[in-house]
């Protein structure tokens, strides 16, 4: 697929996937089921869901390492600066054969790297990030959209990347 088509995709997914609330029980929910799906595929991943700059939900799977937590992070503050998946702005940064330091930022606090879903809630706006590390970064990015998605109750089909 092209980058202007996932582009096109991942704008509708932002646009779709937002909350009419969010809480600790919906991070819960979210958190778990995004443990369910990675452990019944046996992935090795680390899941995070952090609202404003508050962790609610972490696991590592087994397969995971400790780098997944610093990939975490970074993806995690990309979301948080611009408000859009990482992944939007990892492609969006390809697009214009950019990185992210000439943005001004830096790639020990910053990663160019998909996985890193903003939590939108309407009439609020980005309240936080659901993020998973330790796939390669469209997968992370697919496997967040498949539980935001069920948990919200929309037509994976609908919505992912081919």
């Known amino acids: ?3 202007e088509y996932d582009l ?38 680390a899941i995070d869901i952090t609202l404003h700059s508050m962790p609610v939900f972490y696991i590592a799977l087994p397969g995971s390492t400790p780098d997944n937590s ?21 492609l969006r940064l390809e697009q214009q054969g950019k990185t992210i330091e000439h943005n001004g930022l830096s790639s020990a606090d910053y990663a160019a790297s998909g996985g890193s879903f903003p939590i939108f809630v309407n009439g609020t706006g980005c309240i936080g990030a659901v993020t ?8 992370d990015h697919n496997l967040v959209v498949e539980a935001l998605a069920l948990t919200l109750g929309h037509e994976l089909h609908n919505l992912s990347l081919s």
Do not use: C
């Open 1 to 3: 697929m092209t980058i």
């Open 8 to 45: 096109s995709r991942i704008a509708l997914q932002e646009e779709t996937l937002r909350f009419d609330a969010f809480d600790l029980s919906t991070a819960w929910v979210l958190g778990k089921l995004l443990h369910d799906l990675a452990s019944e595929r046996n992935l090795g991943v």
């Open 70 to 90: 610093n990939w975490i992070r970074r993806k995690r503050n990309m979301v948080l600066r611009y408000f859009r998946s990482s992944y939007a702005s990892t």
């Open 132 to 139: 998973v590390s330790g796939l390669p970064q469209r997968e």
